[in-house]
């Protein structure tokens, strides 16, 4: 089965940039998909399809995917970004929608 | 204003049977395909099951393949979930989610059932 990985944790001082990683195998040629999950909270998406954005989601939320890895980025972080964050894809070998493990973002 | 409400969860015995339902409101569920996706206890997201907007189709995670049950009524506006022969690793808050048209993402949550199995 199809997997994502992620680094467990991601630390950033308020006003600087985070940058999560998801890696897989080929990747890049899949769609990729971030959510965001504040403590006691439902996941929200945040970033779909590499990179773009819902709508009422600050443009401070971006998306890359090349290669082996997609990225979420986090531009002027901001204390209300503290949360986990999860990776997620359709494989379709599989048929199998997959998420990554998750990283939780401290904001310092 | 789309919403998910899910309900059913509760504490069940290993080897014991929950149906957990799931209530939209805000759209028109029929032009959706729905999905479960769980969260154990301090743990990450983990998609359970799918089901296409006629209920034709269903894919189902491996961890819980042959003891899972996807169903829908659109009528009702209401999604399902049968979860039978339980197992403690079942353990988790169920989330209803809705897949939008297009991308293989899901961009409405419901706030979630709990389930807890235990002896």
């Known amino acids: 089965s199809y997997v994502l990985t992620q680094p467990p944790s991601v630390s950033v001082a308020p006003g600087q940039t985070a940058t999560i990683s998801c890696g897989g195998d080929k990747i890049g040629s899949k769609g990729v998909h971030w959510y965001q999950q504040e403590a006691g909270q439902a996941p929200v998406l945040v970033v779909y399809d590499d990179s773009d954005r819902p709508s009422g989601i600050p443009d401070r939320f971006s998306g890359s995917n090349s290669g082996n890895t997609a990225t979420l980025t986090i531009s002027r972080v901001e204390a209300e970004d503290e949360a986990d964050y999860y990776c997620?894809?359709?494989?379709?070998?599989?048929?199998?929608?997959?998420f990554g493990g998750g990283t939780k973002v401290t904001v310092l | 204003q789309v919403q998910l409400v899910e309900s059913g969860g509760g504490v069940a015995q290993p080897g014991g049977s929950l149906r957990l339902s799931c209530a939209a409101s805000g759209f028109t569920l029929s032009d959706h395909t729905m999905h479960w996706v769980r969260q154990a206890p301090g743990k990450g997201l983990e998609w359970v099951a799918g089901?296409?907007?006629?209920?034709?189709?269903?894919h189902e995670a491996d961890s819980v393949k042959g003891r899972l049950t996807i169903s829908r009524d659109n009528s009702k506006n209401t999604l399902y979930l049968e979860l039978n022969s339980l197992r403690l690793e079942d353990t988790a808050i169920y989330y209803c989610?809705?897949?939008?048209?297009?991308?293989?993402?899901?961009?409405?949550w419901g706030q979630g059932t709990m389930v807890t199995v235990s002896s």
């Open positions: 089901i296409s907007w006629d209920g034709k189709n269903q």
């Open positions: 997620q894809v359709w494989d379709s070998d599989s048929d199998h929608w997959v």
């Open positions: 989610a809705r897949a939008p048209s297009g991308p293989y993402c899901f961009d409405t």
